[in-house]
């Protein structure tokens, strides 16, 4: 693949919104749908969390090739096709600036690539991506390869909105970023308590938190302050679900009205869960998902009890 062709698939987030929606056209309901979340292919952590050299190891990702290509077989089989496939966050394992970040970033958009056109690509920044603590310099990268790290857009009647978590990580190295971010989510929720969505859903890489508001502080979360006051941010503006990734684990909990939904990997497995995907229903009413593992959704497709669903 060139490189003018992985910009027409990779950077479709452009100017805070993604082109393949129109927003003049998905503003209003339109009845149940589906997506496909999955998060962390990460190709490179599963060799380097062998080895556990996880700093600077990481020099092979067959594995994560071939599950990465089951997981896009097993979409574009779907039938009906979801309206878009979110990947939230560590597409690759080598952190800017590090060995074999060019290779991996080739190899997972080639292997992306095979993705069916008619199923829009979401591609939200995770801290593989843009650094545990980001830089312009690193942001700007992730936006050359892959598009915009936030924005959001409609489907149906339904506002996503996705995040660069890393700015609610730590943003000492590029406050003005965050500055923009925030000023810019406040815009984004704002729209979505004004216009009463049908449903408002955020996508980001790290999770508010993994079981409770008020567990400790983790690798895998955000500080409680920043969860606390991101979360009633988004309850009061009427948001239903945020999705993440980053525990290479199934968990998640819920805080007032807001669902935190934690995927487990494509890649590298931290906990039991298999390598997989999760299938989002939309309805009228509720937000419906389910993890399955890639050999699950390979030869069951959606599920009789899920399609169902999309006949309402």
């Known amino acids: 693949m060139s490189a003018a062709q992985a910009g027409s698939v990779f ?34 952590l599963m060799k380097a969390w062998a080895t556990g050299d996880c700093d600077s190891g990481g020099d092979e990702w067959g594995q994560e090739i071939r599950l990465t290509q089951q997981a896009v077989q097993a979409i574009n089989k779907l039938n009906p096709k979801p309206k878009f496939f979110v990947l939230c966050g560590d597409l690759i394992h080598a952190m800017p600036g590090t060995p074999w970040r060019k290779q991996q970033t080739e190899d997972l958009q080639r292997v992306l690539g095979a993705v069916d056109r008619e199923i829009p690509l979401v591609l939200v920044s995770g801290n593989h991506d843009v650094g545990n603590v980001p830089t312009a310099e690193t942001v700007a990268e992730f936006r050359q390869t892959w598009g915009d790290d936030y ?82 941010k988004l309850t009061g503006a009427g948001i239903k679900a945020v999705f993440s990734g980053h525990y290479h684990r199934n ?10 939904v934690v995927s487990s990997a494509i890649g590298c497995q931290l906990g039991t869960d298999t390598h997989g995907l999760r299938i989002v229903v939309v309805t009228a009413e509720k937000i419906i998902h389910r993890y399955c593992s890639l050999d699950e959704l390979t030869e069951k497709g959606l599920g009789g009890d899920l399609l169902e669903l999309l006949r309402e």
């Not at 704002?190 to 502080?217: K, N, W, Y």
């Open 251 to 260: 968990a998640g909990g819920s805080y007032q009205s807001l669902d935190m």
């Open 151 to 232: 924005f959001s857009f409609w489907v149906g009647g339904v506002l996503f909105l996705v995040l660069n978590s890393q700015f609610l990580h730590d943003a000492s190295r590029c406050p003005a970023l965050k500055l923009a971010q925030d000023r810019w989510l406040e815009q984004q929720l704002g729209i979505a308590r004004e216009r009463q969505c049908q449903h408002a859903i955020v996508f980001q890489h790290i999770p508010l938190f993994l079981r409770s508001i008020d567990e400790d502080d983790d690798y895998f979360n955000l500080t409680k302050a920043v969860r606390k006051e991101l979360a009633d």
């Open 11 to 44: 950077q479709r987030a452009r100017g805070r919104t993604l082109d393949a929606f129109p927003a003049e056209k998905e503003k209003e309901w339109k009845g149940p749908f589906y997506f496909i979340q999955g998060a962390d292919p990460q190709f490179g």
